[in-house]
Nanobody, 121 residues
C-alpha cells in the first residue's frame, strides 16, 4: 500500500504565503505525475495543478502566476508554494500521486488526507 502525508497548512492573511508538502511512502516502485486539488465548503473538489515526472506543469487559471509546484523525486515529495494568497483560496488541499507499486506495471492514483488552508484577516 501507499500513503501520502500532507503538511504545511494553516492560517494566513490575504497577500501572504504558505508552502505545502506531500510525501509518498510505502511499496513504491515509481511515482509519475503528482498534483494538488482543493475543496471549499459546499463546493466540488477542483483541480489546482499537476506536475509530470519530467517536471512539466499545468496550472489552473485561478492560481497561475501565484502558485508554484515542485517535486523532489529522491524523496517522493511534491510541494506547493502559494504566494499572494486570496480569501477565495481557502479550502482543504489534497495532494495526489500516480504510483506504480512494487511488482506492478501500471500506476494507480493515491490521495493525501488533506490539509486546511485558511486565508483571512
Amino acid at each position: 500500500q501507499v500513503q501520502l502525508v500532507e503538511s504545511g497548512g494553516g492560517l494566513v492573511q490575504p497577500g501572504g504565503s504558505l508552502r505545502l508538502s506531500c510525501a509518498a511512502s510505502g511499496s513504491i516502485f515509481r511515482v509519475s505525475a503528482m498534483g494538488w486539488y482543493r475543496q471549499a465548503p459546499g463546493k466540488q473538489r477542483e483541480f489546482v495543478v499537476t506536475i509530470a515526472g519530467s517536471g512539466s506543469t499545468n496550472y489552473a487559471g485561478s492560481v497561475k502566476g501565484r502558485f508554484t509546484i515542485s517535486r523532489d523525486n529522491a524523496k517522493n515529495t511534491v510541494y506547493l508554494q502559494m504566494n499572494s494568497l486570496k480569501p477565495e483560496d481557502t479550502a482543504v488541499y489534497y495532494c495526489n500521486a500516480d504510483v506504480t507499486v512494487l511488482g506492478d506495471h501500471f500506476p494507480q492514483r493515491y490521495w493525501g488526507q488533506g490539509t486546511q488552508v485558511t486565508v483571512s484577516s
